[in-house]
């Protein structure tokens, strides 16, 4: 075991030549890394939204939905139109110091690694939603130091081009929240059926919670899963101060009702795929969302195929042969 004095003669013959060479072979790679990456950066990445067609709502003459055809993508918002509790759910969850920050948050990273080091696993991300934004406009979702890097330079950037609000709204914008649905206008119009300004605490948590795994947690498919993400949004909510624990509670005892877009009704799916048809020819490629009001009555088509169901029982019982015969 060295002494304390043999250690300080140790130092003593350490040269600084020799702390400047060992400060060299470690610094050059990390110099080397970031401005191979900077060089190499790849502007024309980002998001690719596949080109499906709009969503097509189709009304009956009473003004019910009863088909939809195509995918939710709503509309680009502006800040006045998202409520503060949906920001606030959304900074709580994924970037709490989002404010603070100057585009790459150190101290996130630092706590994401000790919590997934805890869960022996990828538990935390450490990107910050500045970060996110950088990955969806302009780079691909490759998982590699470099991109990494990337992202922090995008990241730092986009904070002294654009600010906060901005980058929030963008953000929002344009993350996926599951069942097809890019950009939280859509959304909120895919799973709740209303417009972002008038969605509930609660329905702001659920949707806040499905940007880290939309896939999975999508609440067309895993309605039980999206209700406990909204709940660790909630404590987020709660613990950074966001709101308060009578909120909280009034939240989690409100009922989150989901308006999927409803099922076909047997028996128009010709008359659907007709007007979906004729719609397209006349108009093309809609560029956002349509809802068309159609003249047929649901309840006449409903009388209509009992009638012809009737008929054709009777007309098979008359003739002796088994129904199953004409299925």
Sequence with gaps: MLTGSV???????????????????VITPIVVLIAYSVATLPLNGGLVIAPTPSALVIEAQDGRNFATRGVFKGGKLSSADLPEHLKAAVVAIEDRRFYEH???????????AWR????SGTREGGSTITQQLARLMFLSP???LRRKIQEAVLAIWLERQIGKQ??????????YFGAGAYGVDAAARRYFDKPTKDLSLAESAMLAGLVRAPSQLAPTRNLGGAKERADTVLRAMLASGAISAQQAADARAAPVT??????????????VD???????????????????RTTLDLELQRVAEGVIARRVDSEVNRAGFPGDHFV
């Design 166 to 175: 901005d980058i929030l709204l963008r953000y929002l914008n344009t993350a």
């Design 142 to 144: 490759d998982q590699n």
């Design 258 to 271: 989901l308006r999927i877009p409803p099922e076909t009704p047997p028996g128009t799916n010709y008359f």
């Design 102 to 112: 100057a585009g790459v948050d150190p101290r996130g990273i630092v706590r994401a």
């Design 274 to 292: 007709m007007v979906e048809a004729d719609t397209r020819r006349l108009i093309g490629v809609a560029a956002g969302d349509l809802t068309l």
């Design 116 to 119: 997934n080091w805890q869960a």
């Design 7 to 25: 250690l300080l003669r140790a130092l003593k013959r350490i040269r600084p030549r020799h702390v400047a060479i060992a400060a060299a072979l």
